[in-house]
T-cell receptor, first 119, second 117 residues
Framework: AQTVTQSQPEMSVQEAETVTLSCTYD???????LFWYKQPPSRQMILVIR??????QNATENRFSVNFQKAAKSFSLKISDSQLGDAAMYFC????????????????FGTGTRLTIIP | DADVTQTPRNRITKTGKRIMLECSQTKGHDRMYWYRQDPGLGLRLIYY???????NKGEISDGYSVSRQAQAKFSLSLESAIPNQTALYFC????????????????FGPGTRLLVL
């Protein structure tokens, strides 16, 4: 079974600075997807960014980018120019690309990192 | 308007009561999911549905049942609520592509906070 580990329960960053959130995962599969979701105090789970394992190029979405290291099974999220609205819980998640296999429908989530933005 | 809605947003109930949490979506997605979020444990899959006729158990389905009344509606029931079912419950959807494959991204509703006393 796949596991996702977020070793930083809490992080803080000064507004306008850059912060990196860590995520590692364990899998025996070669084809999969990785995601970062944001959960602000409103509780909504919002997709921030996703990465296909077969792509070597790191995904970027505006101020958000990832550092995907497949061999190391690492998937960190970098937030540049941090803003007050970035304050939230951030969850890393894994999903198998093998849709024909029962049980691969689910997203496997890490335990989250709470990000605080210091004005 | 939100694409995925959940009702109620908050609910307090007593041990032994039957309750239903409802999810509706206007995204036109075929697949729908119910997850549970507990502090320190992330989200875990309870049930998922490929379409109206196809329901599948997730990793923590005991004590829960679901009903897919229509493509746009997927309800989660707790037949006899117990305190350890106190959690935040999320509904999610994902899209089928014209090729028949499903896109990998899941879109979440706003969540229902349930407290079982």
């Amino acid at each position: 079974a796949q596991t996702v580990t977020q070793s930083q329960p809490e992080m803080s960053v000064q507004e306008a600075e850059t912060v990196t959130l860590s995520c590692t995962y364990d899998t025996s599969e070669s084809d999969y997807y990785l995601f970062w979701y944001k959960q602000p105090p409103s509780r909504q789970m919002i997709l921030v960014i996703r990465q296909e394992a077969y792509k070597q190029q790191n995904a970027t979405e505006n101020r958000f980018s990832v550092n995907f290291q497949k061999a190391a099974k690492s998937f960190s999220l970098k937030i540049s120019d941090s803003q007050l609205g970035d304050a939230a819980m951030y969850f890393c998640a894994y999903r198998s690309a093998l849709l024909s296999n029962f049980g691969n429908e689910k997203l496997t989530f890490g335990t989250g990192t709470r990000l605080t933005i210091i004005p | 308007d939100a694409d995925v809605t959940q009702t109620p947003r908050n609910r307090i109930t007593k041990t032994g009561k039957r309750i239903m949490l409802e999810c509706s979506q206007t995204k036109g997605h075929d697949r729908m999911y119910w997850y549970r979020q507990d502090p320190g444990l992330g989200l875990r899959l309870i049930y998922y549905s490929f379409d109206v006729k196809d329901i599948n158990k997730g990793e923590i389905s005991d004590g829960y049942s679901v009903s897919r009344q229509a493509q746009a509606k997927f309800s989660l029931s707790l037949e006899s609520a117990i305190p350890n079912q106190t959690a935040l419950y999320f509904c999610a959807t994902s899209e089928r592509l014209p090729s028949g494959q499903f896109k990998e991204t899941q879109y979440f509703g706003p969540g229902t906070r349930l407290l079982v006393l």
